[in-house]
């Protein structure tokens, strides 16, 4: 199905059909690009962008590239195409139809479980907005933009749902949206990862790699759901997400390469002494974003994720790859602290859905690790970056309010302190990694902190002008 780009708001779901729904969106439309206005990269709206833009939502159609102003862009609803006789595919509902309207009873759930994820996309996009200043390369900013875009476009795709099935409820939400703001003490974003603020490139990188890594694990829990337009819509959206964790994953990669070229042409010197991230900085600004991001997945028990399992709303990454779909009967383990020790736990399945999601989230994050590490021994260097443990850090949940190290084991409160200097970035690391962002804007430069990647985007050479400044 082709996206029509005469219409006002683009889309695939028909919306010149329902006058209704047409009216609210376009009424939004102005107020979200005054958002836009306000709190995305606005100082590079005048601008001309090498950017990627949906034309369709098959395979091979979605991705089409030219020069395009921000503001300009296509913001539009795609909906991956409907599955025939689509079933509810796990919980109480298992084999059931999949609900094409909202059923009456899971109407606040499922409105809660929309909003929070809606609330990240334009919270990212808050969080980033100055980074176009300090840009590395054109070839970044770029990345740095698109991600942006569609950031947005995820907040549309949300927006859709709410103002199509919620009523006025949805469209209250949909307006609280565009107040809310990140790290704003008054009216912050949903979620603490969301408010915490994006200062370097170095933090940006992180970010797409670990917590648009989250996105990618709340969107496939959610592309499960029974609730049809919303799994449609979070498939779609899972297409781009992919791009945003190769901004991430390769732009550590980077990070780590041009420290390792340092470090072996000084082998007695502190990379910091040729403007490179020294890898335990690195390190521990990892840690950092995987701990934040390990509570974005809530508690490791949970009723409410056991509920929205019964009901059918929310399920497991990969749902397919399990026998039992209705997950009852069955038992999960977690760790706890209890009394200065580790003890093991079962606790029901569905209470543990969290749990689940998060495992696989962080087995897809040491692949990551495993993949800069590799960067590392290739350059036949002694250093290995590692996942902090689960534990570590942790607000939300069971060890929320203890002490662990990177590695799980339990502290008390003095260790916790003369350690936590060589496990979470010090302000000098902060002052350290901020120094070195000054932008290199010249077509095919870089800074000095990063290597240049393998290849351009869309095959086109590194010192294309992927920004017209
Ligand atoms: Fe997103
Ligand atoms: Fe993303």
């Not at 409820?169 to 994006?198: M, V």
């Not at 804007?441 to 870089?446: A, D, R, S, T």
Request: with cysteine; hydrophobic share 40%; proline share 5%.
């Amino acid at each position: 199905m082709t996206i029509d780009y005469t219409e006002k708001i683009p889309n695939n779901v028909d919306l010149a059909s329902d006058k209704r729904l047409q009216r609210a969106l376009e009424a939004w439309q102005p107020r979200y690009l005054e958002w836009w206005h306000e709190m995305g990269p606005t100082d590079f709206e005048p601008n001309d962008i090498y950017l990627r833009t949906a034309v369709s939502v098959e395979r091979d159609g979605w991705a089409h590239f030219d020069y395009v102003k921000m503001m300009d862009y296509r913001w539009g609803i795609f909906l991956e195409p409907a599955e025939k006789d689509r079933i509810v595919g796990f919980g109480d509902n298992y084999g059931s139809p999949a609900w094409q309207e909202v059923p009456g009873e899971m109407r606040n759930d499922l409105q809660r479980l929309i909003v929070t994820q809606a609330d990240t996309e334009p919270a990212s996009v808050e969080q980033q907005r100055l980074l176009g200043h300090t840009a590395p390369s054109l070839y970044d900013m770029r990345n740095l933009f698109q991600v942006n875009v569609e950031e947005g476009r995820h907040l549309w795709a949300m927006v859709y749902l709410l103002q199509r099935y919620f009523g006025k409820a949805g469209r209250d939400e949909a307006d609280e949206l565009l107040e809310r703001r990140s790290g704003n003490p008054d009216r912050p974003r949903i979620l603490t990862t969301f408010n915490e603020p994006i200062k370097t490139w170095l933090d940006f990188f992180l970010f797409t790699m670990f917590t648009d890594r989250d996105g990618k694990f709340q969107l496939l829990a959610l592309a499960e759901s029974g609730f049809d337009p919303l799994a449609r819509s979070c498939r779609f959206m899972l297409t781009e997400e992919a791009h945003h964790m190769f901004v991430g994953q390769t732009g550590v990669g980077r990070v780590v390469q041009r420290t390792c070229e340092v470090m072996k042409e000084f082998p007695d010197h502190d990379p910091r002494e040729h403007g490179a991230i020294d890898l335990p900085t690195l390190q521990r600004f990892i840690n950092f974003w995987v701990s934040s991001c390990n509570d974005l997945y809530g508690a490791e028990v949970s009723s409410n994720a056991a509920n929205f399992f019964a009901a059918g709303l929310k399920g497991r990454a990969f749902e397919d790859k399990y026998e039992d779909h209705v997950a009852l009967g069955q038992e999960f383990e977690v760790e706890k602290f209890d009394q200065g020790r580790m003890v093991k736990e079962a606790v029901p399945l569905r209470n543990a859905m969290n749990e689940v999601l998060r495992s696989e989230y962080n087995a897809d994050n040491q692949k990551g690790i495993d993949y800069w590490n590799k960067i590392i021994k290739r350059h036949g260097l002694d250093f290995e970056l590692r996942l902090p443990n689960e534990r570590f850090n942790r607000k939300i949940g069971i060890y929320a309010g203890q002490r662990f190290d990177p590695s799980g084991n339990p502290l008390d409160e003095a260790a916790w302190n003369a350690g936590v200097n060589q496990w979470l970035p010090s302000d000098a690391d902060q002052d350290f990694v901020q120094s070195l962002m000054v932008p290199s804007l010249e077509p095919g430069k870089f800074a000095a902190w990063i290597a240049p990647p393998a290849k351009g985007i869309n095959n086109q050479g590194l010192d294309f002008e992927y920004v017209r400044l």
